[in-house]
């Protein structure tokens, strides 16, 4: 655990501004990707979404990655034909972490079996979780799924139900398509968002959580 101390001050750094927001981003995605590639290389199992990207790509003879720009456009053209904004940042992060995601597995040995795996789990879902406040704390846009969800609030529906609701429906597709589900599906699902709300700075947190009027 980090301690309390250095946890208030990363939550007391100003948000990035100008520049700073690209150089939060693009530094965030490679973070990222090593996360989830280090996820598939444990093979103790990787977040909901990446079930899903996992079973697409076993199912079409894909890389991981190039199954992550598929499923993203998909998601990412359901959420923008339910309503739902589009930012740049989106873009980014569909075209940039599916490809470097590919990049990092090349370099990682697959420990999946090994006992080096369970101490590594734990440093991928922190890992995924510093890239996410790092990609959030830009505030250029938000990912797919959340697109999506966007998409479908601004048709009446609650935000936690069918946030929710469409985390276990990408899971169980993922996993009825040959994707790595396991325990550790499970731990990436409940920790990424608590890792995000202890290191996102408190002036982005407040930022991101007031959509602009003109956005509902």
Do not use: N
Request: charge should be neutral.
């Amino acid at each position: 655990m980090l301690p309390v101390s250095l946890i208030s001050r990363i939550r007391d750094l100003p948000a990035p501004r100008g520049k700073e927001r690209w150089v939060s981003m693009l530094a965030g995605c490679p973070v990222l990707a090593l996360g989830i590639a280090t996820a598939l290389s444990v093979d103790v199992g990787i977040g909901p979404y990446d079930v899903l990207i996992d079973g697409v790509s076993h199912q079409l003879g894909l890389t991981f990655g190039i199954a992550s720009y598929l499923v993203g456009v998909l998601t990412i053209g359901l959420g923008w034909g339910l309503g739902a904004q589009v930012g740049p940042g989106s873009l980014i992060t569909l075209v940039v972490v599916g490809p470097l995601v590919d990049a990092w597995g090349l370099l990682l040995p697959d420990l999946s079996g090994e006992a080096l795996a369970v101490a590594l789990f734990p440093v991928s879902v922190l890992l995924i979780g510093i890239g996410v406040t790092m990609v959030v704390s830009a505030r250029l846009g938000t990912g797919a799924m959340d697109i999506l969800m966007l998409g479908l609030m601004r048709h009446g529906l609650p935000l936690r139900s069918t946030r929710t609701a469409l985390e276990v429906s990408v899971c169980l597709l993922g996993w009825a398509l040959g994707g790595a589900l396991g325990a550790g599906t499970l731990v990436i699902a409940v920790s990424i968002g608590p890792i995000v709300g202890l290191l996102l700075p408190r002036e982005v947190a407040v930022a991101v959580s007031t959509p602009p009027a003109s956005s509902r």
